[in-house]
């Protein structure tokens, strides 16, 4: 054989350093489910210091200079690298996790940084790529500016704190170590069953080197979103279960939106009258106003779903890993026979609570449960039941979004109650405007209180229930659907976390409304320390007095101010009417005007009603306090109702002879 044929037999292979070959790989990824092929990653988040700007940072700007400007993978300036994390979940959701970004810093407290976002993302089953900067691989120049040396490991590096917190994690410390390392990163943020945050560490030195690749590694992919199908068997012995049960109930979860259930989950609830209650991340999964949704269940959910989880005798999961807050940390469910039915996509979440396991699809599972129960329904008083407890509910939800004038009329002048904020809002956006949440008292008052009226226009993160996330998840949503207006509600806290990412807003010219609400402190866990015996210790933002306590005045902190001096465009109310106006100017925002803040003041003493419901927080046994004595007492009482939830599901039926 000749040297020219030689080179003709060898593979094709393209000469590009490991960052090149990175970006060009992420640019030709494509999901698809259905039938409906999109790209996988939108773009990048980033930002650059000496661990990623010759490697990542060229490899972007070299793809933006090849393609004039319109790069297939664009690249966005953040401005924190938590942030920038949380703005890619928000897009992954909104996006029903079949598209993401990645997101890129430099070593040491840059990667380190994106280590609560990767919590987050794992914690919420939400995909999103990390692409931290790691010191040299060949330990050349050790130790380089920003490494924690280990005396024990050398290759041990601050990176790996990304392990536990990541569904997929590799180092790439070799050029011939990327494709594999590429390759299952896209598996698993695919895997609707495994999906979660996916970190790629790229040292510093080895982002720099170039290597031969085989040319077929940047062929365009498409990587298939399952639906897994249910068992039959047990789809039937779910079918047995509910046709015995008295009073049943469905607690819809996130894996019903990102399945994109809804319409499979409304069939099931019209055609067998089986209420449904929500997560706060299956919020919508019905829209207010149908007959069969009863709103949140749990800690923070409505009384009437809470009735009816009492006394349910089954339980069917969709999509939800059962947390805390669902269960009333396990005293929401207090029926003596009550047995679980777990449909869920991923075997873990599935098996919980002694439940009967239909490791499927949402979608697909309730399509052949809805057949399976073809021709059953709910005895008539549960049904009756579902809308007198709904009624009186509904009463109580009026009352918060319009309090009455013995309320309003001891608030201090330009103060709102948070429920006249949140009812405001909740009346005066489009059905398909998105409300976005995540951390204090709003997201238990959202799940209580918000009426949806669009599949995705709830937004709360409750999962690691984030400070901070509300403005940069914002600016995610808005990315994946600028056809919708995005509503952040954020407390003063939570704002002070996290106000960076306005600043994103206004270099790309995107659109957010955040409503800034101003009650000078934790309102949420003031509220909770009061419960717990606590007296709101610590608590709330005022001058240190004489006597040493925070009990000073007020701090003159200026958000309002703040929020203008980042580019955000601000309107400051005091009344109801100020809000109403002010909520209508932000709705006529240009598209390309970025942010606008609403900042309003409310008193955090005010209470959302209650859900009738308990959340597990241990009091101290001993103390010198009367008011933590009373409330070890009181939470002595809960504990006695707390249930271990083993009951063995129901048994399968005996199989006919056709089936033997």
């Known amino acids: 054989m000749s040297t020219a044929q030689s080179a003709a037999a060898r593979p094709a292979t393209v000469r590009l350093t490991v960052a090149q070959a990175t970006v060009r790989f992420l640019a030709v990824q494509w999901s698809e489910r259905d039938g409906e092929r999109r790209r996988l990653f939108a773009g990048v988040f980033g930002i650059f210091g000496h661990g990623n700007v010759a490697g990542v940072g060229q490899a972007l700007l070299q793809q933006e200079r090849e393609a004039d400007g319109r790069p297939d993978l664009p690249y966005v300036l953040a401005r924190n690298e938590q942030a920038m994390v949380h703005t890619a979940v928000g897009y992954a959701r909104q996006a029903d996790r079949l598209e993401t970004w990645a997101c890129t810093a430099s070593i040491g407290p840059g990667s380190t940084n994106m280590l609560t976002g990767a919590a987050l993302a794992t914690v919420n089953r939400i995909p999103v790529l990390l692409l931290p900067s790691d010191t040299f691989a060949t330990r050349v120049s050790a130790p380089v500016l920003q490494e924690l040396e280990h005396p024990s490991a050398g290759d041990v590096t601050v990176n790996d704190a990304f392990r536990p917190l990541s569904r997929f994690f590799d180092r790439v410390v070799r050029p011939e170590q990327l494709p594999s390392a590429l390759l299952g990163a896209m598996r698993v943020l695919t895997d609707p069953a495994e999906t979660g945050a996916v970190t790629i560490c790229l040292p510093q030195d080895v982002q720099a080197e170039a290597y031969d690749w085989p040319a077929e590694l940047f062929a365009p992919r498409t990587w298939h979103i399952a639906r897994p199908p249910a068992e039959t068997a047990r789809v039937a012995a779910a079918a047995d279960a509910l046709r015995l049960a008295r009073r049943p109930l469905l607690v819809a979860g996130g894996g019903v939106h990102y399945s994109g259930a809804e319409d499979a989950l409304r069939a099931f609830a019209e055609a067998t009258g089986i209420p449904v209650a929500e997560t706060q991340a299956g919020k919508g999964s019905l829209p207010h106003g149908h007959p069969r949704a009863m709103g949140g269940v749990g800690s923070t959910g409505t009384t009437a779903a809470n009735a009816l989880a009492r006394d349910a005798d089954v339980v069917i999961g969709v999509g939800t890993r059962w947390a805390d807050f669902t269960t009333a940390s396990r005293t929401a469910f207090q029926g ?70 013995h309320v309003t009329d001891a608030l201090a002048e330009g103060v709102l109650t948070q429920g006249t904020v949140l009812g405001r809002v909740n009346e005066l956006t489009d059905p398909r405007d998105v409300v976005l949440c995540a951390a204090g008292s709003m997201p238990g008052d959202l799940h209580k209180l918000w009426r949806v009226r669009d599949r995705k226009a709830y937004h709360v993160e409750y999962g690691y229930s984030c400070m901070g996330y509300e403005i940069p998840a914002a600016l995610g949503v808005r990315l994946a659907d600028d056809t919708r207006d995005v509503f952040a509600m954020v407390g003063d806290g939570g704002y002070l976390m996290m106000p960076t990412e306005l600043a994103t807003a206004v270099q790309e010219r995107i659109k957010i409304i955040v409503v800034l609400v101003q009650n000078n402190g934790f309102h949420s866990i003031g509220s909770l320390s009061e419960s717990l015996g606590s007296q709101r210790f610590g608590t709330r933002y005022r001058y240190r007095s004489a006597a040493g306590g925070l009990d000073g005045p007020h ?106």
């Open 336 to 405: 003596d026979d009550v047995r679980f039915v777990n449909i869920n996509i991923a075997g873990f979440d599935a098996g919980k609570h002694a439940g009967l396991s239909v490791v499927a699809d949402a979608r697909e599972a309730l399509t052949a449960l809805t057949a399976a129960l073809r021709g059953h329904r709910v005895p008539a008083e549960h049904e009756k039941r579902q809308a007198e407890l709904w009624e009186a509910w509904d009463a109580r939800v009026e009352q918060a979004y319009n309090p009455p004038a």
């Open 555 to 660: 701090l003159p902190t200026d958000l309002a101010a703040n929020a203008r001096s980042l580019g955000a465009h601000v309107i400051e109310v005091r009344s109801r009417a100020e809000l109403e106006a002010a909520i209508a100017e932000a709705k006529a925002w240009p598209a390309d005007g970025g942010p606008v803040v609403i900042h309003v003041e409310t008193d955090p003493l005010v209470p959302a009603p209650g859900s009738d419901s308990w959340w597990d927080v241990p009091v101290s046994e001993v103390s010198a306090l009367d008011s933590t004595r009373a409330a070890h007492a009181a939470y002595t009482d809960h504990k006695e109702a707390q249930r271990p939830l083993l009951t063995p599901p129901p048994l399968p039926r005996e199989p006919g002879p056709d089936q033997a």
